[in-house]
């Protein structure tokens, strides 16, 4: 079965070992020659099975494929046209992909941003080229894929707030959390769920696992990472969404968060998690690990949902003394006044720009709560106030 030979076909080459690419990634260029040479001999043997999977193992579903010629191999690589919205000449394709695969690591610079209670996050970003054809593996093949129910982050038309409905009024509530979620990916486990077997030859999936990797693992700050991710713990979403569902246990995932809500024991559950878990190379956090009964203050991703989905009292209370100082001061007048700042010191278009934010602020807490009928007062307001400054 070759995949997406036609489907995924676009007419767009131009040449990268002369484009201004280059100067951000130099390793392609160099190994081109090179890799032209070993592409055509690595195609050949990889495509009758006939390269062992010592490395790794593992099953590489090449009984599928042990009849398709190098052509074939190379038409199914070239209809996923992974170069799309690059400069690359047609007869370079193959050879700078795989110089890229190579040597990924040379590829990323890393960022670190600010979480919101407190710490650093670390990010590995890909340049352009690398992100380019992650985009392209995302949107060729990675979204055709179905994930599991249970998952809700990474998906089109979920958010926390679909996340946090199903535990509304639950007599208990427990949280788990995964640690360093995204680093426990292994190749192994990209290569095994993200690109199956069934439907790509062992050199097109090794290529695709490396082209998303890191230093052999699931790198934060990559395009193709949280679908990626989706896919890996698909399998762990059934089981224990299933098991739990036999026991009428309401279960959700977002991202790393586990949550668990009903009448049950949730030793039993945890030990449960944690056995599937442990198969996988995961590890909970124990730190996160959370028991919430009905009689405290239940939370899920952020949202209040023990009598009904709610944001938090705190973020509320600072919102609409915001809003009300905006109303009875002036945007202007609250702005100086919360920086202390002398008149007419603040940059063009700063009211503007506020007042957005706490548009998006209130939009989020309709979002949580749409019957909320204070913030849709509020709304109100700051669309008209947002009239008087544009």
């Known amino acids: 079965m070759l995949r997406g030979t036609s489907a995924h076909f676009r007419v767009r080459r131009q040449s990268l070992c002369t484009s201004a690419y280059?100067?951000?990634?130099?390793?392609?260029?160099?190994?081109c020659t090179l890799q032209e040479i070993e592409t055509e001999e690595l195609l050949r043997k990889e495509s009758r099975g006939l390269v062992e999977?010592?490395?790794?193992?593992?099953?590489?579903?090449?009984?599928?494929?042990?009849?398709?010629?190098?052509?074939?191999?190379?038409?199914?690589?070239?209809?996923?046209?992974?170069?799309a919205g690059t400069s690359v000449k047609e007869e370079s394709y193959f050879s700078c992909l795989y110089a890229?695969?190579?040597?990924?690591?040379?590829?990323?610079?890393?960022?670190?941003?600010?979480?919101?209670?407190?710490?650093?996050?670390?990010?590995?970003?890909?340049?352009?080229?690398?992100?380019?054809?992650?985009?392209?593996?995302?949107?060729?093949?990675?979204?055709e894929f179905p994930v599991s129910v249970?998952?809700?982050?990474?998906?089109?038309?979920?958010?926390?707030?679909?996340?946090?409905?199903?535990?509304?009024?639950?007599?208990?509530?427990?949280?788990?959390?995964?640690?360093?979620?995204?680093?426990?990916i292994s190749f192994l486990l990209i290569?095994?769920?993200a690109f199956p077997a069934v439907y790509y030859p062992p050199a097109i999936r090794r290529l695709l696992s490396g082209l998303c990797c890191y230093r052999d693992a699931l790198p934060q700050g990559a395009p193709t990472s949280p679908a990626i991710s989706n896919l890996v713990m698909k399998p762990f979403d059934e089981y224990i969404g299933a098991w739990c569902q036999e026991r009428g246990i309401t279960y959700t995932r977002y991202c790393d968060d586990l949550t668990f809500s009903g009448n049950f024991n949730w030793r039993e559950v945890k030990r449960k998690v944690e056995g599937f878990l442990r198969s996988y190379g995961f590890e909970l956090n124990e730190k996160k690990t959370k028991i919430q009964t009905?009689?405290?203050?239940?939370?899920?991703?952020?949202?209040?949902?023990?009598?009904?989905?709610?944001?938090?009292?705190?973020?509320?209370?600072?919102?609409?003394?915001?809003?009300?100082?905006?109303?009875?001061?002036?945007?202007?007048?609250?702005?100086?006044?919360?920086?202390?700042s002398k008149p007419g010191k603040q940059e063009k278009g700063e009211e503007v720009r506020y007042l957005q934010s706490l548009l998006g602020k209130v939009h989020y807490i309709l979002q949580v709560n749409p019957q909320d009928q204070e913030f849709q007062k509020s709304r109100e307001t700051l669309c008209r106030l947002y009239k008087e400054y544009t």
């Open 191 to 193: 290569y095994q769920f």
């Open 150 to 184: 249970f998952a809700r982050a990474y998906r089109p038309k979920t958010s926390v707030v679909e996340n946090a409905n199903p535990h509304v009024g639950a007599e208990q509530i427990l949280k788990l959390d995964l640690k360093d979620f995204f680093g426990n």
């Open 22 to 31: 280059l100067s951000e990634s130099p390793f392609v260029l160099s190994l």
């Open 294 to 340: 009905n009689g405290t203050r239940q939370t899920v991703t952020g949202i209040v949902v023990n009598e009904k989905p709610q944001v938090g009292r705190a973020y509320r209370r600072q919102l609409r003394m915001e809003i009300y100082y905006c109303e009875k001061y002036g945007v202007s007048a609250h702005l100086q006044r919360c920086r202390r």
């Open 100 to 143: 890229l695969g190579n040597h990924t690591e040379c590829h990323y610079h890393p960022v670190e941003l600010r979480k919101k209670g407190g710490g650093i996050r670390k990010l590995q970003v890909p340049d352009f080229l690398l992100c380019q054809v992650q985009k392209n593996i995302l949107h060729h093949v990675l979204e």
């Open 53 to 83: 999977e010592r490395k790794y193992g593992m099953m590489s579903g090449t009984d599928l494929w042990k009849y398709c010629t190098a052509g074939q191999v190379r038409e199914t690589l070239r209809g996923l046209d992974l170069l």
